[in-house]
T-cell receptor
Framework: GEDVEQSLFLSVREGDSSVINCTYT??????LYWYKQEPGAGLQLLTY?????DMKQDQRLTVLLNKKDKHLSLRIADTQTGDSAIYFC?????????FGSGTKLNVKP | GAVVSQHPSWVICKSGTSVKIECRSL??????MFWYRQFPKQSLMLMAT?????????EQGVEKDKFLINHASLTLSTLTVTSAHPEDSSFYIC????????????FGPGTRLTVL
């Protein structure tokens, strides 16, 4: 599969902003996604961005895409303890999803 | 909308037995369904892609005789782990795609398989 990389851990305080980063290798990816996985659960789609966009905002979530550098980020504003989970980025490459390793977000009260 | 269910949510079986996992799209028709496997603290790995009425396409390294996939209808796909062994213990997640490329995948809640 394609290489999609994420940092493994991020720890923030409640109320701060969290920024989770992701790099990918395939420039032909059409869509890039962010998913959230809570312990023992499946994946919840948070947001996605089309590859011809630079930014997408959805309430507390902001996705930034730098296609030149193949860099994707997810910013969570006003992070809450309920945001603690593993966040996966994924790229859509010819009808196949390739996932990053996941970033475990820990939110301290 | 766009709900995908899996059954069972967890299963424990003896080594050598076969286990069937169902994946259903509850409120949409799924042109394509995908099966993933996730080991503890690791990412999801795509196992196979199935389209209704045709044979599944398996990723490299996935044994098609071991992991039998049947996509019988536009709302149901099944994964059968045949002659299961302890190393098959994992979290299996399915996803379903409503239509043409460009639609996202909607994920099921996953099935935890433990083989004793």
């Amino acid at each position: 599969g394609e290489d999609v990389e994420q940092s493994l851990f991020l720890s923030v305080r409640e109320g701060d902003s969290s920024v989770i980063n992701c790099t990918y290798t395939d420039s032909s990816s059409t869509y890039l996604y962010w998913y959230k996985q809570e312990p023992g659960a499946g994946l919840q789609l948070l947001t996605y961005i089309f590859s011809n966009m630079d930014m997408k905002q959805d309430q507390r979530l902001t996705v930034l895409l730098n296609k030149k550098d193949k860099h994707l980020s997810l910013r969570i504003a006003d992070t809450q303890t309920g945001d603690s989970a593993i966040y996966f980025c994924a790229e859509d490459n010819f009808n196949k999803f390739y996932f990053g390793s996941g970033t475990k977000l820990n939110v301290k009260p | 909308g766009a709900v995908v269910s899996q059954h069972p949510s967890w299963v424990i079986c003896k080594s050598g037995t076969s286990v069937k996992i169902e994946c259903r799209s509850l409120d949409f028709q799924a042109t394509t369904m995908f099966w993933y496997r996730q080991f503890p603290k690791q990412s999801l790995m795509l196992m196979a892609t199935s389209n209704e009425g045709s044979k599944a396409t398996y990723e490299q390294g996935v044994e098609k005789d071991k992991f039998l996939i049947n996509h019988a209808s536009l709302t149901l796909s099944t994964l059968t782990v045949t002659s299961a062994h302890p190393e098959d213990s994992s979290f299996y997640i399915c996803s379903a795609r409503p239509g043409a490329r460009g639609d996202t995948q909607y994920f099921g809640p996953g099935t935890r398989l433990t083989v004793l």
